[in-house]
């Protein structure tokens, strides 16, 4: 399986960078009362940092609401999935846990400010582009609608689209039997190549602590476009 980076997004931002971690031998469960706890805990000190910081004021948030504007869609129509995460809480509605994996991945994106994504690799058909949706892309996302996906940032498989950092698609949803995934960190362009691997690589360290299985990862970017795995 290929993932390449499509040369789109490289004309729009130059600096565009996206962290892949391939995970096997996984075993997802309901999550730990370590996972639990931090994540609730995490949610708790963020709602109180809102009550004199905006939501927009965050770094990460900004940088990915003006990354929104160059795709060409609308920063406040079309939410990137950890602005909302955000909004959530500021409203005292804290993400219920689901499983471990999804939990994790949540607490990634609070804890670094950065939409990311966790899918089943083996619900997933062929290559990966990283790209540009059009006004054909669309899938029936997890958030229970038909999602139309046109200047914002997508995954694809040979089937169709399949993920973004707006919201996934119910295709390739981790469950608790799932055993290879592959997750996708949405860095900052603002961070240098070397940061965003050392976060991925810690990352992957504590997804693996608590799902056990073998874990290697990529960071694509205008030198590396490419990776297989």
């Known amino acids: 399986m290929m993932f390449t980076l499509n040369d789109s997004l490289l004309q729009i931002e130059p600096n565009f960078k996206i962290g892949i971690i391939h995970y096997t031998k996984i075993v997802v469960s309901p999550s730990p009362q370590m996972l639990k706890g931090r994540l609730q805990l995490f949610q708790e000190q963020l709602f109180f940092e809102m009550e004199e910081k905006k939501v927009t004021e965050f770094d990460g948030i900004k940088e990915w609401r003006a990354m929104w504007k ?4 609308d920063p406040n129509r079309y939410r990137h999935s950890t602005e909302a995460l955000y909004r959530r809480i500021a409203k005292q509605n804290y993400i219920t846990p689901m499983h471990s994996a999804v939990d994790l991945n949540n607490f990634f994106s609070l804890r670094y400010e950065i939409p990311m994504g966790i899918y089943d690799l083996e619900k997933i058909e062929g290559d990966i582009q990283i790209s540009i949706g059009n006004e054909d892309t669309t899938y029936e996302g997890l958030n229970g609608r038909e999602n139309k ?28 039997t799932t055993t290879d995934a592959v997750q996708i960190v949405f860095l900052r362009p603002s961070m240098n190549i070397e940061e965003g691997q050392k976060l991925i690589q810690s990352m992957e360290t504590m997804f693996t602590q608590i799902h056990g299985g073998e874990a290697n990862s990529s960071v694509l970017h205008k030198n590396n476009r490419e990776w297989e795995i």
């Open 149 to 176: 996906l046109h200047n914002i940032l997508t995954l694809q498989d040979t089937a169709c689209a399949f993920g973004s950092p707006f919201v996934d698609s119910i295709r390739t949803a981790v469950t608790e």
């Open 70 to 73: 160059k795709f060409g869609a």
